[in-house]
């Protein structure tokens, strides 16, 4: 089974729909992270979390949210799709526990917001 | 703020040569990690090799390498004996503190 796994693996939805997409793992990490990948712009960040407690926003986080409802689990939310926000989005791992420390990433969700 | 520039969005190799991948960066970190992501047809983000910072000594992987210039802030990935599944978009990455920055990428068409 993968260590990182991402539901739905693809969406199609109506612009101002809200939408939830989900990401678990199963490496016991305690850093995950959303990206959103869009052609020629590669991955940028959208939210990110240290641990249950500790959420932060990224590069892009307007008109995202997120939870972390256990250290294996982090949603991303869109509250009111819009078109431009149709992309690739991938969730990330890490164990934080050196310095820079590699990321392990889900297979992604191809999201189309009409 | 760091940042990272991959100058190539496109570069092509005949099979069974080398290409190399350029990439440039910029952080105020002392501390940092640089990698190389491919991104096939599939889409699954895969690690091809990792370089810490603090390490003069270049990275390699089997057929990939890189050539890590600290003070120029360079960081390029070179593919040996280029193979058909070597065709993909790479991503170059640098991680700091807290998070990955990427690149851009560059697609790689491996030509038979």
């Known amino acids: 089974d993968a260590d990182v796994t991402q539901t739905p693996r693809n969406r199609i939805t109506k612009t101002g729909k809200r939408i939830m997409l989900e990401c678990s793992q199963t490496k016991g990490h305690d850093r995950m992270y959303w990206y959103r990948q869009d052609p020629g712009l590669g991955l940028r960040l959208i939210y990110y979390s240290f641990d249950v407690k500790d959420i932060n926003k990224g590069e892009i986080s307007d008109g995202y949210s997120v939870s972390r409802q256990a250290q294996a689990k982090f949603s991303l939310s869109l509250e009111s799709a819009i078109p431009n926000q149709t992309a690739l989005y991938f969730c990330?791992?890490?164990?934080?526990?050196?310095?820079?420390?590699?990321?392990?990433f889900g297979p992604g969700t191809r999201l189309l917001v009409l | 703020a760091q940042t990272v520039t991959q100058s190539q969005p496109e570069m092509s190799v005949q099979e069974a040569e080398t290409v190399t991948l350029s990439c440039t960066y910029d952080t105020s970190e002392s501390d940092y990690y640089l990698f190389w992501y491919k991104q096939p047809p599939s889409r699954q983000m895969i690690l091809v090799i990792r370089q810490e910072a603090y390490k003069q000594q270049n990275a390699t992987e089997n057929r990939f390498s890189v050539n890590f210039q600290k003070a120029a802030k360079s960081f390029s990935l070179k593919i040996s004996d280029s193979q058909l599944g070597d065709a993909a978009m790479y991503f170059c990455t640098q991680g700091g503190s807290e998070k990955l920055v990427f690149g851009k990428g560059t697609k790689l068409t491996v030509n038979p």
């Open positions: 990330a791992t890490s164990s934080g526990l050196a310095y820079g420390e590699t990321q392990y």
